[in-house]
């Protein structure tokens, strides 16, 4: 008999990293900048957002915006707006102003509404990916780009609300039969990129110790901070590391597609 975890009887994570939160300023610029420094997965997608964002122009839709980490990289020629599940709060700790929260499965906008749909980190946590992509389809005028964001190597995460981890190959196939063309997809990262953020992943929980028993915490912090130099080499390597092309096994994927 097999006498590890039955994980389907896992209903929570022993640790998450901190949540985005949805303010600005400089004090956030500096915060934001340090997780990318030490959060490789925002880091990677921080670098493809940063290049393609700021040149949107028309109506944006932001679906599953969760906190809106991205919005301040559009443009003035952009108009944003955030969608998110109502289940947002209950399931993934999200409640941002300025966000359109809804039922169901279908987006809350009109047809042919939106010149570009930006999804980050979303889509795996969506059970039904088809008629998801197929409402990111229906809500795109002719032309109008879809960017995708999805991790790869990536624990399981907002347990049990994680579902799916995607290829290239799937990515392409799930983007064809919704409707959409030009399909290309990036790695975000590469072998390199991935060894270090699980290390930092061993790290990082360290510092931030969340049992129970006080001894034990001050005990992992102390280890944890013996440790931060090479928490900070490995975070160092690993943003070099995303200056590459991406590799085969990677920390996530950035798809863009244009609705046919
Ligand atoms: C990991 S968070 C990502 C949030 C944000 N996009 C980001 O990059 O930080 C996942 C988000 O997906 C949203 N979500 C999950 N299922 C959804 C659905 N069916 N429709 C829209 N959003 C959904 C959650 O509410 C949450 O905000």
């Known amino acids: 008999m097999i006498n590890r975890t039955n994980m389907i009887l896992r209903q929570a994570e022993s640790w998450r990293p901190l949540a985005f939160r949805a303010d600005s300023g400089t004090l956030s610029r500096v915060h934001f900048a340090l997780r990318r420094f030490l959060d490789l997965q925002t880091a990677s997608i921080w670098q493809d957002l940063r290049r393609e964002l700021p040149r949107v122009e028309g109506a944006v839709v932001d679906v599953g915006c969760g906190a809106q980490p991205w919005r301040p990289l559009f443009g003035p020629a952009a108009v944003y707006k955030g969608i998110d599940t109502a289940d947002a709060r209950e399931n993934f700790d999200y409640e941002v102003p300025d966000t359109l929260y809804y039922e169901g499965s279908v987006w809350p906008l009109a047809d042919a509404s939106a010149d570009f749909i930006l999804c980050t980190e979303t889509l795996e946590h969506v059970p039904e990916t088809k008629p998801f992509l197929a409402q990111a389809a229906r809500c795109l005028t002719p032309g109008g780009r879809l960017l995708l964001t999805v991790p790869f190597a990536a624990r399981w995460h907002y347990i049990p609300h994680d579902y799916w981890r995607f290829t290239p190959s799937s990515l392409h196939a799930l983007l064809t039969e919704a409707g959409f063309g030009d399909v290309a997809v990036y790695a975000r ?72």
Request: aromatic share 2%; proline share 6%; charged share 15%.
């Open 189 to 260: 990262g590469n072998e390199v990129t991935v060894a270090c953020y699980k290390a930092m992943a061993l790290l990082l929980p360290l510092l931030v110790p969340r049992g129970k028993n006080p001894l034990l915490g001050m005990a992992a912090r102390l280890l944890g901070l013996l440790l931060s130099p090479l928490l900070i080499l490995l975070a160092a390597i690993g943003n070099l590391s995303l200056r590459g092309k991406g590799g085969d096994d990677c920390l996530g994927y950035t798809a863009l597609a244009r609705k046919l």
